[in-house]
Each structure stands twice: as C-alpha cells, then as structure tokens.
C-alpha cells in the first residue's frame, strides 16, 4: 500500500471517478492541480465566484443525467448558497415525489486550528445533519478520504463531503485500486473495553494519541469513528457503548445542536445502551465563541488532548471500571 | 411564427385550460377540497403559452411559486397535477409536494419551486446538461419581476452568459412582486435592461399577446440552441391575488389599474385573432371551452378517486437506493 496525503487522496478520487465515468464533472473556483489538462474544459470548470448558481447548476445537471462534483473550497462559502442548500437540495427529490435522482456531490473543507480566525475555522455539519435529506461524510484518514469521496461521487444523492483543513497534509495507506468506503459504516479505528470515544475527523487521531497515552495507566480505550454523520451507524456506536459502558465524544464543533449532541442522544435514548451506561455521557468540543486568530486564544477554543484526558478519567469516575 | 390554424387553436385551447384550472383551483380550496397555498396563474397565460410552444418535449424548464400555467403548457397532465393539489397518491409528488412543487421530469417540467429566484441556478445546470449532451436542447427558466432582486438571478445571468449556455431567461414581469409594485422594488422597471450588464441580448415583448411572446421566444430559443442565453421580459399582469391560503385575500392594487390590464385579455385577444380571420367560429369556440370544463370535471374525478397515501410511506423517496 502506498503513503499519500489526506489532500492527494481526495483528488485521486475525484480523478479516478471522472475516468471511470464520463458523466463526473466538476465545478469549482479553482482546483488543486491541473484536472482540465487530462479531462478537458467542459468537464472541468472554473467557475465566477457564484456559490449560490454553482450549489444550484450541481442540482440542475444533476437531475439532467450528470454526477456533478461541486467544490465551495471552504465550507464558510457554502452559506452564501444558503438557498439551494436548504431549500433545494435536501428536499428535491422528496419533494417531487422521487421522480429523479439528484448524484451530485459538494466538497469543501470544515474545521479550525489553521489560524484562519472565526469565518474560516467552522465545523456546521450538524446544520447540514438536521435538514434531513443530505448525506454527509467526514473522513479522518486518507484511505477514508478516498473511499468515502468516491463513494460519494456514484451515490444516486446530493452527498456533502467535510474535508477536514487540519488533516490536508496528513499521510496514511491507501489501498491500491479501485478503493471505495461504503456511506453509513463506522469503523473502530482502536479496540478496547474500558470507554469508547466517538471522535470525528482531526479528533480521530487526537482521540488515538490519547488511547494511546492512557494504555500505559492502564485504561482500555476504544476509539470509533462514525465516518458518515448521515447515514449514521448507530449500531457500531451502540455496540461499542455497550460493551465499554461509558461514553466520551469529541469533536471541534461548539457542543450546542451539534453531531456530538446526536450522538450522545442516539446513545441514550437506546434502551439497551443507557442500561449499561455506567456514567453520564461527555462531551468534549468546542467553546460556543467564533473561533479566534491568535494562537493561545484558538488552543482554548478548541479541543485538547488534554481536555480529552480529563473527560476520559471523569466518566471513569464516575463509576468504577469492571474488573 | 404561429400562423397555421391548428397550431392556434392548440395554444388557444392551452390558454384557456390554464385560465380555467387555476379558477377551478381557487374555488376548490375556498371549499376546503384542497389545502395550502394557491398563486394562481390567471391573466398570464400568453407567457407559459408562447415560450413552450417554441420547446420540444426534450427542452427543459424550470418554474416558481406561481407555476401551474408552467405546467400544463410544457404538457403535463392536468389529471395527475389535479390529484397532487388533492395530496393523493397519484400527483405527480405523490402527494408530497402540492401545488407549490409540481414537476413532471418526463416531459422537461422540473419543478415548481417556493423560492423567489430558487429555480434560476437549477435552470443553469440543466443548460449545462445540454451544453455538455451536445444535441441542441435548451432549458428555460420562467421568473418573476421580484426575482431580479434576488443575488441568484444576476450569478445566473453572469454564468450563463460566460459559459454561453443554452438558456433563456423568461421574466414574467406581472407588475407586483408578491404584493409590492415594480416601481417600488427596482430602479428600472424593464427588468430585461439587466442583460446589457450580462452581454446578452435583452427582449422586452407585450407579454399578453402570445404571438408576440411566441415570435420573441422563437428568436430566443433558437439563439439558444445556436449561441447562448438571452433574457426576454414579457409585460403582464396577474389578475388574482399573489397568494391564498383558506381565504382570498382583499385586493389592494387600484380598480383603474386592473380595469386596465383585463381588458388586455390574452385569451380574448387570440380568440379576436381567430374569429377575424376565420379560423374558428362562435359555436366552435363554445366546444372547445366546453371540451376544456369537461376535461377539469375529469381531472377533479381522477383526483378524488385516488387514494391519500398511507402514513407508512411518509419516509419513502428520501434518499435513492
């Protein structure tokens, strides 16, 4: 298996999907690289910075026979196409009583701890989550970046992939191949029986380096990545709640209505699961501030390992660890 | 042009279908038959008329609010669009979606929509659909005076024209942009002066006289199909209300100005076409309205025969397998 960038993952997606079918095209403001240079100006478009038109012609040429791939660069531009978010794209299909299919999939980067300050550093996949009618990956590997991406791109639905900006240039194995990751599949990135940490993207290996540290005191930490926030696996999740009985979340979003929150509720509202809770949930995210510039401000609003550590001995606690 | 006798008469029958539905759809929910919002299309049908009698089955559209006229003239089946006001199984959303989001995919019809200015972008990407296809189809994307304030309508006008999209942008300029008036809501009230900005030719055309707007559509349609966008406007005036929900709303434009624009009837003015020339007589006008009301009491059967859909379907079409 072969070493690549997070970065490089994803665009090795877009590529391969575009020769695989000639109906993937794709629309952004700029790309990374040179995609028209293998597959031309028409299927390649640099587009005027139109959020709005360019969210929505994803939707039109969608319903019309293409699988458009719509890049807003950063998820902070995805607002400006507010509309075609909300009222468009994640009602279309339903809407018109599934006449037609809508496979366009939009890409843009999510996540703070870049210095980018407070337009640039958000992480709203949860308001993207609650519209009910998109679907949403959030990888935190290159493999899965790739798998997802690609996965993405042949769903027959309006699919939002949240590239995380700090885990652009990180490198992992990707299997060579036509690679695909299936939407709606968790994967448990660390086996243990002491606590499970749900973690999304950048917080994966943070939640990792964590299990890590804490092995050596002892603590059996598992560690499970949803992947897909819409589908969600929830019983990946729950398996893993029940086996461990207690239940750390994190993430970089500010905590109020967010996935994390989701989460904690799909596990406790499972009969089964809150039965063998052994400790209140926790949730480790975000401050609720815009995420600010100066570097020791940003460290406080976001996640630390060490805040990860904490809520870690808390739900340990809070209740003995079975012996 | 439209000139050939059954040509007319098949536009004239179309007019009038559109008239009588949407009147049709105003009485059915005063009595409660069918529920939510009706923005009827009455007193604007020489537009929907005149620009999709210049489209083939395979040209697409996108519509608004205001979107039954839309509908029928692209070919939909008003049995099916009368079962989805109904909320029945057999509309065309299978009840999901009423009358503010009625498509027919099959026959270029992609949707109705609530937002002002929503179906511009979606217009653009069925455009570029055909653009990349490469067989000469054309997408055209009705919008109303209001929608030109939206920043959607301008990042259309800018794409499309950059791309050359096969496109045209149909502004039915009604007069009122939901209840405010033109004047008051733009510093121009030729909307079709916004195209200069975009380089694209800009029609403005007497919107209630549907060989007008048919000439105008043809020119347009065909540049699509050739060399790109072009944005043609077409005055007119809705005669109803901009929106009902239980109740008709009270009327709030001044008597001379409606006095004035009703009696610039497109559907009378075809009829007068058609009878000084001679291609239709009295009696045969009075079948073919007749043909029409026959058509509407069929409609409304076909809807109250179908079934409301079961509860248990309510998360079906969410998501394609």
Sequence with gaps: ?323 | MASDTPQLLQMLRTMILIREFDELAIRLRVAGKIYGAVHPYVGQEAVAVGVCSTLTVKDRVTSTHRGHGHCIAKGADIRRMMAELFGRVDGYCKGKGGSMHIADFAVGMLGANGIVGGGLPIACGAALAAQLEGRGDVTVCFFGDGAAAEGEFHEALNIASVWRLPIVFVCENNQYAANNAVGVQHPLTDISAHAAAYAMPGVKVDGNDVLAVHAAATAAVSRARRDGPSLLECKTYRWRFHAMRAAIPPETRPAEEIAEWTARDPVARLERHLLDRGAVSPAELEKLRAQVAADLEAAVAFAEASPFPDPRDLLVDMFAD
């Design chain 1, 1 to 323: 298996m072969r070493e690549i960038t997070f970065q490089r993952a994803l665009e090795e997606a877009v590529a391969e999907e575009m020769r695989r079918d000639a109906r993937v095209i794709t629309m952004a403001t700029d790309f990374t690289g040179d995609p028209a240079a293998e597959f031309g100006p028409a299927r390649v478009r640099y587009t005027p910075i139109s959020e709005a038109v360019l969210t929505g012609m994803g939707l039109g040429a969608a319903g019309s026979g293409f699988r458009p791939v719509v890049h807003w660069r950063m998820v902070t531009f995805s607002f400006v196409a507010m509309d075609q978010v909300v009222n468009q794209a994640s009602k279309i299909r339903y809407m018109f009583g599934g006449q037609a299919n809508f496979p366009v999939t939009y890409r843009c980067t999510t996540g703070g701890g870049m210095g980018l300050a407070a337009q640039h550093s958000q992480s709203p996949y949860s308001m993207w989550m609650h519209l009910a009618g998109l679907k949403i990956v959030l990888p935190s590997t290159p493999a899965d970046a790739k798998g997802l991406l690609k996965s993405a791109i042949r769903d027959d639905n309006p699919v939002v992939s949240f590239e995380c900006s700090r885990l652009a240039g990180v490198s992992g194995a990707v299997p060579d191949g036509d690679h695909l990751v299936p939407l709606g599949v968790a994967d448990v990135k660390r086996r243990g029986t002491d606590v499970t940490i749900v973690a999304l993207a950048y917080y994966v290996q943070e939640a990792l380096a964590v299990a890590e540290a804490l092995a050596g005191e002892g603590i059996s930490v598992e560690v499970v990545d949803p992947r897909t926030l819409v589908p969600m696996d929830v019983e990946t999740l729950r398996a893993s709640v029940r086996k461990t009985g207690r239940l750390v979340v994190v993430d970089e979003a500010p905590a109020t209505c967010s996935a994390a929150s989701e989460i904690a509720a799909l596990i406790a509202e499972d009969p089964e699961t809150f039965g063998v809770l052994r400790a209140p949930i926790r949730r480790v995210c975000a401050v609720p501030v815009p995420v600010p510039y100066s570097p020791p401000l940003e460290q406080a609003a976001l996640p630390s390992r060490e805040d990860i550590k904490v809520a870690v001995y808390e739900v340990l606690k809070d209740s003995p660890r079975r012996i």
